[in-house]
């Protein structure tokens, strides 16, 4: 009998790019999204479905039953919300209680828990595996950071094997549902960013993240965490400057940087204008310390133990933007195109 793998937040952006890669080496999958049913980003694949909410404990029993390995892959990915302690905070720390909880009544035998680069201590560079964030300031990154220590002290609880991987900024195809990050190369490529606050992002291709995570259920050592992410960051200025290259017929700028205290000034501006219209800032303080960094990754421990080999970035990204303008429509394409 083929191994059972089970995929919560199968139809995001890194749970169906893992499905692709889990029924490509030839294991019996399935996919688990809140509604239950076969979307777009499922469309054509040959995987079960199933109603697995994260939070509702009893679908995700029934969801796990026979499941050898379990990818923890759903979780609220956004920075801000209306009330961030519920929907963001709450709500992911919930979701990994759940479903420590509910493999363990299940008898799964391995969980692949998918956290993130911001559990990890940025204060020292390069990155490692070890060490937590400590900046509580930007609710999601707290989310990961506190979610995971749970999951680890649950797993241990349990009795169960887990690993955890970590990975960075994702970008790809197959994003049916725009994340924050795919969110931020569409503005580039519509010219609306002239304004960049010295921002540097960690891209990664989220097949590689999706292979990543495979080995990590193949291979990866029990109470151990991985880095799925590039050793070094690309700046806002490059991903610009790369799209202007990749379109000279777009009229997209090459932003401006301004004066640390003024974009601060105008972070404030935004968020107290969100805590009175109830819409989300364009910019938050928070980030100002979350991406204003050129961070380092040491990526060795997921070379030498998984086999990680990720794509270089710049080719990531020209890929990416590529397939965004291209605006596809079919499996593999673009939830919207690019006017």
Known sequence: MKNLSVVTGAN???????????LAN?????????????????????????RLDLGEPNSLERGFAGAQTVYLVGAVFKHWARDPEKEIYDANM?????????????????????SSLAATDRLRQPITEAGWNHDASNIY????????????????????????VLPAAMLGEHCYRPTPTMELLQ????????????FWFNFIDVRDVAEGCWLAGKQGRAGERYLLANEACTSVQELAATARRLFPDRKIPIPRVPPKILVWVVASVAELWSSLSGTPPKLQRNFLNAFSVQEQCDITKAQRELGFNPRPPLATIERTLRHLVAGQSTPGGAAVRIA
């Not at 399935?30 to 777009?40: K, S």
């Not at 503005?187 to 010295?198: A, H, Q, R, S």
Request: with cysteine; charged share 25%.
């Open 12 to 22: 995001g952006h890194l749970g169906n790019n893992l499905v692709r890669v889990l």
């Open 187 to 198: 503005i580039v490529l519509e010219g609306k960013l002239d304004v960049d606050p010295g």
């Open 94 to 114: 919930a979701a990994t209680r759940h479903a420590l909880d509910a493999a363990a009544k299940c008898g799964v035998e391995r969980i692949v828990y998918v």
């Open 141 to 164: 990154f707290r989310s990961k950071n506190d979610s995971e220590q749970l999951a680890w002290r649950l797993a241990t609880r349990h009795g169960l094997e887990m690993v955890s």
């Open 26 to 50: 030839g294991e019996a999958v399935v996919a688990g999204t809140r509604r239950g049913n076969r979307d777009q980003a499922l469309a054509g694949l040959g995987c079960r479905i199933a």
